[in-house]
């Protein structure tokens, strides 16, 4: 069964450092989104994309986040200074059709020092 | 805007009890319901959806869920737990017909079945 996919699986970066999250969604999907779960807390939306563009962007999802689908299959998350408080696991999650079950990938653990 | 809520944080149960979870959510329109499982370790699976239809939904592994709409709620059954159903289960919920469907989770519930 095709699976998303998510590397790294762990990233450890020091603040104010870049970090890109990288996702590999299911190949006929054509609807990708990012999610975070800061530990102990819920897992919250950050930002849906569609046809090479942001649909919609969550309060959290500010200046210092984009996301990108540099080529057929990849996508990622790019944070440009990161914060403590960016200290999360970050999900992708992708869907053939907007009103359709989104598959998640396994997630990428983000610790910043 | 949407919410979700889960009752129960934390549930102990023993093999062969029977589970249910609580989730209510707060929207007034057409939504969508899900829940998704996350064994120790693993990525967030679906476990089962309800979009419209039969208010009784079975998914996978035994699970089922019943949407009561004058309750605002989609609580997640099963009859009789395994201890390879330990693991985190989440509610969640899209609303509307069009559009994207983000998801909106609650805060999840860590079960522990003992064998």
């Known amino acids: 069964e095709p699976e998303v996919t998510q590397t790294p699986s762990h990233q450890v970066t020091q603040m104010g450092q870049e970090v890109i999250l990288r996702c590999v969604p299911i190949?006929?999907?054509?609807?990708f989104y990012w999610y975070r779960q800061i530990l102990g807390q819920k897992v919250e939306f950050l930002v849906s994309?569609?046809?090479?563009?942001?649909?919609?962007k969550s309060e959290i999802f500010d200046d210092q986040f984009s996301v990108e689908r540099p080529d057929g299959s990849n996508f990622t998350l790019k944070i440009r200074s990161t914060k403590l408080e960016d200290s999360a696991m970050y999900f992708c999650a992708s869907t053939l059709a907007e009103s359709d079950t989104q598959y998640f990938g396994p997630g990428t653990r983000l610790t910043v020092l | 805007a949407q919410s979700v809520s889960q009752h129960n944080h934390h549930v102990i149960l023993s093999e062969a009890a029977s589970l249910e979870l609580g989730c209510n959510y707060s929207?007034?329109?057409?939504?969508?319901l899900f829940w998704y499982v996350q064994y120790p370790g693993q990525h967030l699976q679906l476990l089962l959806k309800y979009f419209s239809g039969d208010p009784l939904v079975k998914g996978i592994k035994g699970f089922e869920a019943e949407f009561i709409k004058s309750k605002f709620s989609f609580n997640l059954r099963k009859p009789s737990v395994q201890w390879s159903d330990t693991a985190e289960y989440f509610c969640a919920v899209t609303a509307g017909r069009t559009g994207f469907q983000k998801l909106v989770f609650g805060t999840g519930t860590r079960l522990l079945v003992s064998p």
């Open positions: 929207y007034g329109g057409t939504v969508n």
């Open positions: 190949s006929n999907h054509l609807y």
């Open positions: 994309f569609y046809n090479n563009e942001i649909s919609e």
